[in-house]
């Protein structure tokens, strides 16, 4: 049996020796010390053994037992270790290298151009509303006080969803639903899409944005659209901006004007941005007509009130000296990235 044992730890020493991987180091192990292995098969021989040798061959057994259990430990931190070096040549990491770089998203520049609009008109204590985008011809057009036979009603001018029902050519139609369920006073500004028939190009796209605004009470007057736009104008673009009122005409105001800002590139004097006039037109304004009051029930001999309406990409455009509406709607990243 002595000789036995001697023959599992030389032929166990030198397997151990051999082995090239973990996974093999451990078939060895089960195959000499495991409980179907070569030593636990002798072990069991130890019975048939007198009681005075019984003893001498129990050590000597678990002698191999331990000796070959240190050089399977010893082979298998060499191991270990060998996987560790190729793995320190292999997966060097250069932390000089750039990080990778993550893209934030962030507003439209659209969006940011009504946030700053929405942000001024709501300290000034306007309220938010909206109203949908497929709306009637009535709210569109004929609430409006708008002639049954004005050329924006036509197929070339205004998307017909079906008879009587159009996507809305403005935001107007708003101040119509706005006034049948409020009471005056009425404060409310709306943003919103609108669509027209336009071919696209450089200041034309069949959909744009607007923010309607519209005012009633006791006593308002022109004068107060002056200051609420003289405010709005400063605090859109610069404390030195002014408006300038021209006459104008709309069916649902009366009177009527059309506002431009004094340019806020060249203080006035003129630039590129203005075309040299020193004045760049911003919207549409006036005094809710008398008809367009009654139409939604609103008594005009006790109240009166003004409205306004202004393009939201025309807004972001200048803001953000945007050169062409398109690039609005295109959404290429390289411009949208720049803001
Ligand atoms: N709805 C008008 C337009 O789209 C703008 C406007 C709004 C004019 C309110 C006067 C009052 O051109």
Redesign the pocket.
Known sequence: MLDKLKEIEKAASLEINDANSMPELEAIRVKFLGKKGHLTSILRGLGSLTAEERPIAGAAANETRQKTENLIEIKSKQLWETLLNVKLKTEKLDITLPGIHKEIGHLHPLRSAENKMVEIFVRMGFDVVEGPEVESTHNNFDALNSPADHPSRDMTDTFYISEGVVLRT?T?PVQIRAMQKRKPPIRIISPGRVYRCDAPDGTHSPVFH?L?GLVIDRHITLGDLKGTLDLFAQSMFGEGTKTRLRPHN?P??EP?VEVDFSCFACGGKGCRLCKSEGWIEML???MVHPNVLAGCGIDPDIYSGF???MGIDRVAMLKYNIRDLRLIFENDVRLIGQF
């Open positions: 403005q107007s607007q309607e709309f649902f105001t009527s549409g304004a006036g409205a306004f309406g």
